[in-house]
């Protein structure tokens, strides 16, 4: 099955400081999405972006689907961003539209 | 905004006992979906459902059964708990095609 691998594992940033997040799979996608899990485990929903760049504020995704990466950045981190980011891909040539999920980046921001 | 709800944030059960996940959502989404979280595995997929009594298996189907007679509602079930199933489960739901999918809360089970 399509492997996404995840980098760094673990992040710590002083606040104020900016951040990039990388994501790299190993088939083609129809989705591709980012998501940030609280402490009490829930999954926010942060970019759906299979292709292109997309801004929200604070954060911002790119994902190139020709060369298989994805990158979120971070800007002027806060502490309350701090948490667990994952990266999860739908192969293309999957089925059941299964999200298949990065080991996530532990980000840690301190005051 | 979509909202995707699970019926119980934490749940501890006796071994061989029957449980019940329940999971609604209300933006009238076709896909619902079940997963577990373990520390060192990540998230995987139990079960699958794109219409109402439809369901296909996921990665680790083993030990689960679900139920969907209504669009907005799909349940877990565990049929005799284990403890290998203490977890975190995580429902989520998405429109098709994009299937953009939207999670709830999640129930942490325990299972002694």
Same mark, same amino acid.
């Given at each position: 099955?399509?492997?996404?691998?995840?980098?760094?594992?673990?992040?710590?940033?002083?606040?104020?400081?900016?951040?990039?997040?990388?994501?790299?799979?190993?088939?083609?996608?129809?989705?591709?999405?980012?998501?940030?899990?609280?402490?009490?485990?829930?999954?926010?929903?942060?970019?759906?972006?299979?292709?292109?760049?997309?801004?929200?504020?604070?954060?911002?995704?790119?994902?190139?689907?020709?060369?298989?990466?994805?990158?979120?950045?971070?800007?002027?981190?806060?502490?309350?961003?701090?948490?667990?980011?994952?990266?999860?891909?739908?192969?293309?040539?999957?089925?059941?539209?299964?999200?298949?999920?990065?080991?996530?980046?532990?980000?840690?921001?301190?005051? | 905004?979509? !909202?995707?709800?699970?019926?119980?944030? =934490?749940? #501890?059960? /006796?071994?061989?006992?029957?449980? $019940?996940?329940?999971?609604?959502?209300?933006?009238?989404?076709?896909?619902?979906?079940?997963?577990?979280?373990?520390?060192?595995?990540?998230?995987?997929?139990?079960?699958?459902?794109?219409?109402?009594?439809?369901?296909? !298996?996921?990665?680790?189907?083993?030990? =689960?059964? #679900?139920? /969907?007679?209504?669009?907005?509602? $799909?349940?877990?079930?565990?049929?005799?708990?284990?403890?290998?199933?203490?977890?975190?489960?995580?429902?989520?739901?998405?429109?098709?095609?994009?299937?953009?999918?939207?999670?709830?809360?999640?129930?942490?089970?325990?299972?002694?």
């Amino acid at each position: 099955g399509i492997q996404v691998e995840q980098s760094p594992p673990d992040l710590i940033l002083q606040e104020g400081a900016n951040s990039t997040l990388r994501c790299n799979f190993s088939d083609s996608v129809n989705n591709l999405q980012w998501f940030h899990q609280n402490p009490w485990g829930q999954l926010i929903n942060l970019f759906y972006i299979p292709s292109g760049t997309k801004q929200n504020g604070r954060l911002s995704a790119t994902t190139v689907a020709t060369e298989r990466y994805s990158l979120l950045y971070i800007s002027s981190s806060q502490t309350t961003d701090s948490g667990v980011y994952f990266c999860a891909v739908e192969n293309s040539g999957g089925s059941n539209y299964k999200l298949t999920f990065g080991k996530g980046t532990l980000l840690t921001v301190n005051p | 905004d979509v !909202k995707v709800t699970q019926s119980s944030r =934490y749940l #501890v059960k /006796r071994t061989g006992e029957k449980v $019940f996940l329940e999971c609604v959502q209300d933006m009238d989404h076709e896909n619902m979906f079940w997963y577990r979280q373990d520390p060192g595995l990540g998230l995987r997929l139990i079960y699958f459902s794109y219409d109402v009594k439809m369901k296909e !298996k996921g990665d680790i189907p083993e030990g =689960y059964s #679900v139920s /969907r007679e209504k669009k907005e509602r $799909f349940s877990l079930i565990l049929e005799s708990a284990s403890t290998n199933q203490t977890s975190m489960y995580l429902c989520a739901s998405s429109p098709p095609p994009l299937n953009e999918q939207y999670f709830g809360p999640g129930t942490r089970l325990t299972v002694t």
